[in-house]
């Protein structure tokens, strides 16, 4: 209640119950139902005059706060249906937007793949090159060292054929042939 209908509403309800409490009536005399009638409608007539405009603004009030509750719920219900509506429609293309997702994922996974294996192609064919590369290397080594070996053993060998059959006469015409082979590139 409004503090304006409070205002004119306590005093005629206190002057209602003090008319509707007292044991003599206010404005008749004594005897019969006459006098409370009259003393009633001389209350009623008062209640509605102060109260008429009050009780008229109160009721036109709520009128309108009713009319726009209603109208709000309305508005609520269609927003709710037209939410519900959305969510049907989401939850009808989930499955197709999940079906999409794994078609997505396995077409990515095999691209994934492919490239993988592209990737381990090639880093094999690398591998395979640089290992390549490296046997030639030792082997072109191993082939130098046995080379150097053979050379040496030969050298030893010659050596040691030549100084078991070499004699004295055979170094000194040697020598002399070193001799004469160095003064002539003098």
Do not use: C
Not at 40 to 51: D, N, Q
Not at 123 to 139: C, G, P
Not at 143 to 156: G, H, K
Request: proline share 3%; net charge positive; hydrophobic share 45%.
């Amino acid at each position: 209640m409004t503090a304006r209908l409070r205002r004119y509403l306590m005093p005629v309800l206190a002057a209602l119950l003090v008319s509707l409490g007292s044991p003599r009536p206010l404005f008749a005399s004594e005897g019969g139902e006459l006098p409370r009638i009259v003393n009633f409608a001389i209350l009623a007539t008062v209640l509605v005059l102060v109260l008429r405009k009050p009780l008229a603004d109160f009721l036109n009030a709520k009128t309108t706060q009713i009319r726009e509750e209603l109208q709000q719920a309305r508005s609520r219900e269609t927003n709710a249906g037209v939410e519900r509506r959305r969510a049907e429609e989401l939850l009808a293309s989930l499955d197709q937007e999940v079906q999409k997702a794994r078609d997505d994922a396995r077409r990515a996974a095999q691209s994934e793949k492919v490239r993988i294996l592209k990737t381990a192609e090639h880093e094999a064919a690398r591998l395979r090159a640089i290992a390549k590369k490296e046997i030639e290397t030792e082997v072109e080594a191993g082939r130098r060292r046995l080379f150097a070996r053979a050379t040496e053993l030969s050298v030893d060998l010659a050596h040691k054929k030549i100084a078991s059959a070499m004699t004295d006469a055979d170094r000194d015409r040697l020598v002399d042939r070193s001799v004469d082979i160095l003064g002539r590139r003098r």
